[in-house]
């Protein structure tokens, strides 16, 4: 069965440092992966997502991921942060099937 | 394009009551997904429509939870009797087919608090 951990329940950066959320899949075939953003009250709006065309995916926002297989993970990163990018950011990947399978997600937090 | 639409947003109910949730997909899209999220946790997946057909129900608790999609297009989640660890956020998320790849669009969701 496929899944995702997400590494760090909690990630606090300064604005304009760089932000790495970290997640690690564990499947048997090549997946899709998946990064979604949730700001207080509202639902799940896509980053970025990775299907196997390109290793370095890039995303709204400024946010990019790298699949990298020999480390089976997918971390998403922002060379410099905003105040705005506070909110809880959820890995996903795609099984068979169209459903999403979640990580337990990352809350972001930017200090000024 | 308008987005996912859920109603209500909120809702307070006594354990033991039963409650309904609401939701309208994007237009056009086919799939049509109800997910539970528990505080602190990502959405899991309790119900996926392929038009008005249930293609997977395997997470959704029978005893009860119910679920329609009559015409293929908005869709009712119900909870007869509601218990108190029902309570949490029900996510309604919509995509235009089935492909792995393709995107899906999330409502803003209803928070239910059992009391």
């Known amino acids: 069965a496929q899944s995702v951990t997400q590494l760090g329940s909690h990630v606090s950066v300064s604005e304009g440092a760089l932000v790495l959320l970290r997640c690690n899949y564990s499947?048997?075939?090549?997946?899709?992966l998946f990064w979604y953003v949730q700001y207080p009250n509202q639902g799940l709006q896509l980053l970025l997502k990775?299907?196997?065309?390109?290793?370095l995916v890039k995303g709204i926002n400024g946010f990019e991921a790298e699949f990298k297989k020999s480390e089976t993970s997918f971390h998403l990163t922002k060379p410099s942060a905003h105040m705005s990018d506070a909110a809880e950011y959820f890995c996903a990947v795609s099984p068979m099937g169209g459903k999403l399978i979640f990580g337990q997600g990352t809350e972001l937090s930017v200090k000024p | 394009e308008a987005g996912v639409v859920q109603s209500p947003r909120y809702k307070i109910i006594e354990k033991k009551q039963p409650v309904a949730f609401w939701c309208n997909p994007i237009s056009g899209h086919n799939t049509l997904y109800w997910y539970l999220q528990n505080l602190g946790q990502g959405p899991e997946l309790l119900i996926r429509?392929?038009?008005?057909?249930?293609?997977?129900d395997s997470q959704l608790p029978k005893d009860r939870f119910s679920a329609e999609r009559l015409k293929g297009v908005d869709s009712t989640l119900k909870i007869q009797p509601a218990e108190l660890g029902d309570s949490a956020v029900y996510l309604c998320?919509?995509?235009?087919?089935?492909?792995?790849?393709?995107?899906?669009?999330f409502g803003p969701g209803t928070r239910l608090t059992v009391l």
């Open positions: 499947s048997s075939v090549p997946p899709y």
């Open positions: 990775y299907t196997s065309a390109a290793t």
């Open positions: 429509y392929e038009n008005e057909e249930a293609v997977d």
């Open positions: 998320a919509s995509s235009p087919g089935t492909s792995q790849t393709d995107e899906q669009f």
